[in-house]
């Protein structure tokens, strides 16, 4: 089984930063993209951005040039740097990966709790 836990969420004034946390443990064999998904209230969650084992990634147009995903593979660790934030990127942040729990077994997707982000003055 594998646990993610994230963290850094919060209330932020329009033009504010967040930095987001997500630290995967457990049984981890490997793990492919590491990414973040975000749900508005009455929305559709949908696709913040998404990182690649090699460090290759892919974000919404909403947010590019605002937020930064990276990762640290020997933590098992991925993180999402918003900068500018706008009130529109108000939701609960989802951290979201795949992985194996071992040799031959098949990619799991996992998800986080959740993390509110608020942006607003």
């Known amino acids: 089984q594998v646990q993610l836990m994230e963290s850094g969420g919060g209330l932020v004034q329009p033009g504010g930063s967040l930095r987001l946390s997500c630290a995967a443990s457990?049984?981890?064999?490997?793990?492919?993209?590491m990414g973040w998904y975000r749900q508005a209230p009455g929305k559709q969650r949908e696709l913040v951005a998404n990182?690649?084992?090699?460090?290759?990634?892919n974000s919404d147009d909403s947010v590019k040039g605002r937020f930064t995903i990276s990762r640290d593979n020997a933590k098992n660790t991925v993180y999402l740097q918003m900068n500018s934030l706008k009130p529109e990127d108000t939701a609960v942040y989802y951290c979201?990966?795949?992985?194996?729990?071992?040799?031959?077994?098949?990619?799991?997707?996992?998800w986080g709790q959740g993390t509110q982000v608020t942006v607003s003055s």
């Open positions: 990182i690649a084992g090699d460090g290759s990634t």
């Open positions: 979201n990966l795949r992985a194996t729990t071992g040799w031959g077994s098949p990619p799991i997707n996992y």
């Open positions: 457990g049984n981890i064999f490997r793990i492919y993209p």
